[in-house]
């Protein structure tokens, strides 16, 4: 992992997708840089927040964090430099000050067309220009916990191509597909006992302390309820400000 954090690091992050035009993207996130400022404590880097806004907003929001905690991610990568029309390079984004990018998400998958292989490529990509990848991963339907962990499992290798020191640099987002857009996240039970399960395979390949941090509908109240999750990924419930700042509080009381 490239981004400076000590190993019991909670992430807690959240991205606008595409719901946010330009302007209305920067004066949320000065909301959420205000959010950030008033909680000195995470200067220390138990808690690292991030936020990923759509590409167009990446110049203006480097600039924007200079000097705060919150890292900067962006929502997606090429594989490559090159002749790729409409592509982003992980290296243009590294320059751009991005620390982690997100990859796999499932509607990259589903809609995109966004395979296996595809995901592995830009993982490297990710990696080899010094880029955390966010790697998103997560069963389709709900499942028993060990059978979700083990989709999840056999997502992380092939999105490694079976290379575990490439693992090693990455944040899981567990995200299970069918709790993406839905009203409420899976229980807690569900996803503590999903995680325990895929730490069990994780910690053969000497990847036991290998962040991996929850979404799909996750909003306040959800973090203190679930155990061995290294915090949370925030989608719509954290475009109010404010919801953020609630997580990162509970975030901030948890033991270390």
């Known amino acids: 992992m490239n981004i400076p954090a000590p190993a019991s690091a909670l992430f807690i992050g959240v991205s606008t997708k595409m719901y946010m035009g330009y302007a209305q993207s920067l004066a949320w996130l000065e909301q959420l840089l205000a959010e950030v400022d008033a909680r000195p404590a995470l200067a220390a880097g138990r808690v690292v927040p991030f936020v990923i806004p759509s590409f167009p907003v990446l110049p203006t929001a480097s600039a924007m964090l200079q000097g705060s905690p919150m890292v900067l991610g962006a929502q997606n990568c090429g594989w490559s430099d090159g002749p790729w029309t409409g592509e982003v390079s992980p290296s243009m984004l590294a320059e751009l000050g991005v620390g982690l990018v997100e990859i796999g998400h499932a509607e990259r998958r589903r809609y995109f ?19 955390t990848p966010l790697l998103c991963v997560g069963e389709g339907v709900v499942a028993e916990p060990e059978d979700a962990a083990g989709t999840v499992f ?15 640099q990455l944040v899981i987002a567990y995200e299970p597909v ?28 000497g990847l036991e302390e290998l962040p991996i941090i929850y979404g799909g509908s996750a909003k306040p109240g959800l973090l203190p309820r679930v155990d061995g999750v290294s ?10 400000a404010t919801n953020f700042g609630r997580v990162l509080d509970e975030a901030l009381s948890l033991p270390n």
């Open 113 to 131: 067309a966004e395979d296996d292989a595809m995901v592995a490529l830009k993982v490297r990509a990710a990696v080899d220009a010094g880029l």
């Open 154 to 168: 056999r997502q992380v290798k092939a999105a490694v191509s079976g290379d575990w020191s490439v693992a090693s």
């Open 178 to 205: 069918w709790a993406i857009g839905a009203a409420e996240p899976a229980s807690a039970a569900y996803v503590s006992q999903v995680v325990a399960a895929l730490r069990v395979l994780l910690t053969a390949h």
């Open 231 to 240: 915090g949370l990924f925030l989608g719509r419930f954290a475009h109010d």
